[in-house]
């Protein structure tokens, strides 16, 4: 076998890393989005943790789990002022027309500070488990039912005052 | 009724992610940032301050004589600093917590203390007083009637009281129109009776009588500065609304391109907050200024990009507009990695005298939260 058609190692770690982006590019979008309000920002933050998972690719047990714990820290850097977030196009950007009673929902979820923010989401939105949340934000299990709790406390007492 | 509003929740943010219409974005491959060489790296660097040199000069020059004209006509010079209590305190959670409970129970047993937002959209007029801070309002509006459709979705829960009858398309550029229109009520907060104040302590105090007492003593502190902020936010509700609408479409695009302001926040930082994004996929600054901030220069600190030399570029208001493409945005991929908010902000007056000058960080989150 001539060398020359031996596969090159780093091409065929870009191609599993291509079909790595193709797959999960479309919903680390949207939980971004979820989590910022905003596609601009979304697109931005899930491209930059994409590139953090390109470096690491090689070396990395879990890209998935990488990719969250990126998308979930680069977002939190696009830290949202709570009253400008009401005030901003937010997720009724672009082609979204949403149903008022979920919008009212979204904007308070959109008020929740950031990690019960991240909780709701991915635990409702994404399906993720404790420890996947945990994971992501770094901090234990436990604490992620205790963010739960609080938010969801928050979020019922203005909804059902 | 916890299931139904767990399934709720997860209802409406699924319908939410559903709708939204992710933009196809095929890996750009190994980043141009990690092939390029010293050598190109330099020429960006090169090319970055020729950019911001043509965009400072054409701004001056296409710009000048109609800045200096409306200049003249504004009669606000000085840009006054607001007293803290125009800002919302950052008080702790279970602070926040305990005050919004105690306003939820006043506001249940005497609903006038609700303070709640006014109507979303009003025919009526700007003050005098936020006239003469904008040389655009002084100008007749010239925004189509569709803009009331345009503004309704990005304002969906904004309660901003936009003045729909005096929006200006104040510039077409880089395919979108940007919009300006002055706003009876950006806070949301309406005055509410005197008699409020006092139920709402009273009802905070019988919440935590149970707390020890330093916890009673901050709870009642964080109270009191949360109430001065609510008073004040009720009686200047005034400012500015601005954003970008692609040209010829019936909706806004972009949530970045879209912002408000009270007239106490412009004052604070003389620039409308956190109101840079992208144009037609060009990373931009943009923002609105009162009419006293002559020159806006910006310093791009090209931190974490491609350029590393910090890059300054000063532009002149046109229409109390300050627009500018960011010298190196157009390095990245599709503007990931583009810092699109400078690192440092200076205004001068008209007579070049410095009003504001400051360093960006990531504290300032009602300046600007990607910073």
């Not at chain 1, 009253?83 to 009212?104: T, Y």
């Not at chain 2, 710009?63 to 950052?90: D, K, V």
């Not at chain 2, 940007?178 to 009273?202: D, T």
Request: charged letters at 20%.
């Amino acid at each position: 076998v001539k060398s020359a058609q031996l596969p090159n190692p780093r091409e065929v770690g870009s191609k599993a890393f291509a079909r790595f982006y193709e797959r999960e590019y479309d919903r680390a979008v949207r939980l971004a989005w979820l989590l910022t309000g905003s596609l601009a920002a979304a697109e931005d933050v899930v491209q930059d943790a994409m590139t953090g998972v390109y470096r690491a690719f090689d070396r990395i047990e879990s890209p998935q789990a990488y990719l969250h714990r990126a998308v979930v820290n680069r977002a939190r850097s696009r830290r949202r002022d709570e009253r400008r977030q009401r005030a901003r196009a937010a997720m009724a950007e672009g082609p979204v027309r949403l149903d008022p009673a979920d919008a009212d929902l979204l904007a308070l979820i959109a008020r929740l500070p950031y990690r019960q923010r991240v909780v709701i989401v991915t635990r409702y939105w994404g399906g993720w488990s404790e420890k996947e949340i945990a994971r992501a934000l770094g901090c234990r299990p436990g604490t992620v039912k205790s963010l739960a709790s609080r938010a969801l406390d928050r979020l019922r007492q203005e909804v059902e005052p | 009724m916890t299931d139904s509003f767990e399934a709720r929740l997860q209802r409406a943010l699924d319908r939410a992610a559903r709708q939204l219409e992710v933009p196809p974005a095929p890996w750009p491959g190994p980043t141009a940032r990690r092939r390029r060489g010293r050598h190109v790296e330099r020429l960006g660097v090169v090319a970055g301050v020729a950019v911001a040199a043509i965009v400072a000069a054409l701004a001056v020059s296409l710009i000048g004589h109609r800045h200096g004209a409306s200049m003249q006509a504004s009669g606000s010079q000085s840009l006054p600093l607001p007293p803290a209590a125009a800002f919302e305190p950052n008080l702790p959670a279970g602070d926040l917590k305990l005050i919004l409970n105690a306003w939820k129970k006043t506001a249940r047993n005497d609903p006038p203390c609700r303070g709640d937002q006014g109507p979303r959209f009003t025919d009526g007029s700007p003050s005098r007083g936020l006239r003469a801070r904008f040389a655009i309002l002084r100008q007749p509006p010239n925004a189509p009637p569709s803009v009331q459709r345009l503004l309704e979705g990005p304002l969906w829960s904004a309660g901003a009281q936009l003045y729909v009858n005096q929006a200006h398309v104040v510039r077409t550029q880089l395919g979108a129109r940007l919009y300006i229109l002055p706003a009876g009520n950006v806070s949301g907060q309406e005055g509410v009776p005197k008699r409020c104040g006092p139920e709402q302590v009273r009802a905070l105090s019988r919440q935590v009588t149970k707390l020890p007492e330093a916890k009673q003593a901050g709870a009642l502190a964080a109270q009191s500065k949360y109430l001065a902020y609510l008073r004040y936010a009720a009686l200047h509700p005034e400012g500015i609304c601005a954003g970008w609408a692609p040209s010829g479409t019936s909706s806004l695009a972009a949530g970045d391109t879209f912002g408000c302001a009270t007239t106490a926040e412009l004052d604070r930082w003389g620039i409308l907050a956190d109101a840079s994004g992208r144009l037609g996929g060009t990373p931009v600054f943009w923002t609105v200024v009162p009419d006293a901030v002559a020159a806006v220069t910006l310093h791009f600190a090209g931190r974490g990009t491609p350029l590393k030399h910090p890059v300054t570029v000063t532009v002149r208001p046109l229409d109390n507009v300050v627009l500018a493409p960011v010298p190196h945005g157009k390095f990245g991929a599709r503007g990931a990695w583009a810092d699109s908010f400078p690192s440092r902000i200076v205004l001068r007056n008209h007579d070049a005298k410095v009003v504001r000058n400051y360093a960006v960080t990531p504290s300032m989150t009602t300046l600007c939260d990607d910073c």
